[in-house]
């Protein structure tokens, strides 16, 4: 699953998940090329580069379903966003964050930026970064949001 935020100034604007993500990708490129799906993984979390051509049929399905990931993702975010209402209240242009063990694999970063420049979002993006420790922000920010939600009850 991917879970997607659009925060500005630490308030939530849009939240949702998509039903696609690391564990769909392993899965689906293992089906796809009759491997195991712990076998695809391991590929993946070794030697997979995004920003070179795939080495073997297990790099090839990984590449295939990263760019279909990204793809998926960048499209929702296109849809959530144009049919957001506090949209307009949002500066020009905002910097985007990914984090997440999907994103942790070399390329991604260009992989996402790419799968973004297809699509056309109401505001704009100042910058697309990684986190500095992708795997963990996720947790952090899921942390920070259920301690607010107490603070606020």
Same mark, same amino acid.
């Given at each position: #699953?991917?879970? %997607? +935020?659009? $925060? ?11 039903? &696609? ?9 293992? !089906? ?5 799906? *712990?076998?695809?993984?391991? /590929? ?18 990984? !590449? %295939?379903?990263?760019?279909? =990931? &990204?793809?998926?993702? +960048?499209?929702?975010?296109?849809? !959530?966003?144009? *049919? +957001? ?10 910097? #985007? /964050?990914?984090?997440?063990?999907? /994103? #942790?694999?070399?390329? *991604?970063?260009? $992989? &996402? ?5 297809? %699509?056309?979002?109401?505001?704009? /993006?100042?910058?697309? +970064? ?5 795997? #963990? ?5 899921? =942390?920070?949001?259920? %301690?607010? !939600?107490? $603070? $606020?009850?």
């Amino acid at each position: #699953m991917c879970n %997607i +935020c659009l $925060a500005y100034i630490g308030i939530p604007v849009a939240a949702y998940s998509i039903q &696609f993500g690391g564990d769909t990708i392993d899965a689906m490129s293992a !089906q796809a090329i009759e491997r195991p799906a *712990s076998r695809v993984k391991a /590929v993946k979390e070794r030697s997979l580069d995004l920003n070179r051509p795939p080495a073997d049929p297990i790099e090839t399905a990984l !590449q %295939i379903y990263y760019a279909d =990931l &990204f793809k998926r993702l +960048c499209l929702s975010l296109e849809k !959530q966003l144009n *049919s +957001c209402e506090n949209i307009s209240c949002l500066p020009e242009s905002l910097p #985007m /964050v990914l984090s997440g063990g999907t /994103v #942790m694999v070399p390329g *991604s970063l260009d $992989a &996402f930026r790419k799968a973004l420049g297809e %699509i056309r979002l109401p505001v704009g /993006v100042s910058d697309v +970064c990684l986190a500095s420790d992708p795997l #963990m922000a996720t947790a952090n920010g899921a =942390l920070k949001h259920l %301690i607010n !939600q107490d $603070a $606020a009850s």
